[in-house]
């Protein structure tokens, strides 16, 4: 059964980094494109990022230059590779999957989601 399994959360200091994974078990990446969203308790879900089947790239201005999406077809896995994180980077992240052709992180495209880590940043 295709499933998504986020992973890499955790409590980080201000200035601190995390790269989380999504393992896309039973989605072939060639078909599907891969968003990065967060779930705070002031934005429902909010897109972050996406990497397309061909390998395009979407990183959405509110992260641009801190956060970068990545993909290792051989592992089936996407991440998203976060910098200079900040108190209110705060939140549940999820991966979510979308067919092909889907070029950005618009939440309600997206069908197959996975259960989110969560990242807290704070001293």
């Known amino acids: 059964q295709a499933q998504l399994a986020e992973s890499g959360g955790g409590l980080v200091q201000p200035g601190g980094s995390l790269r989380l994974s999504c393992d896309a078990s039973?989605?072939?990446?060639?078909?599907?494109?891969i968003g990065w969203f967060r779930r705070t308790p002031v934005k429902e879900r909010e897109g972050l990022s996406c990497?397309?089947?061909?390998?395009?790239?979407y990183v959405d201005d509110s992260v641009k230059g801190r956060f970068t999406i990545s993909r290792d077809k051989a592992k089936n896995t996407v991440y998203l590779d976060m910098n200079s994180l900040r108190p209110e980077d705060t939140a549940v992240y999820y991966c979510?999957?979308?067919?092909?052709?889907?070029?950005?992180?618009?939440?309600?495209?997206?069908?197959?989601w996975g259960q989110g880590t969560q990242v807290t940043v704070s001293w």
């Open positions: 039973g989605f072939n990446l060639d078909y599907y494109t």
């Open positions: 990497i397309t089947n061909d390998g395009s790239t």
């Open positions: 979510a999957a979308a067919i092909r052709g889907t070029v950005v992180p618009v939440a309600e495209w997206y069908k197959y």
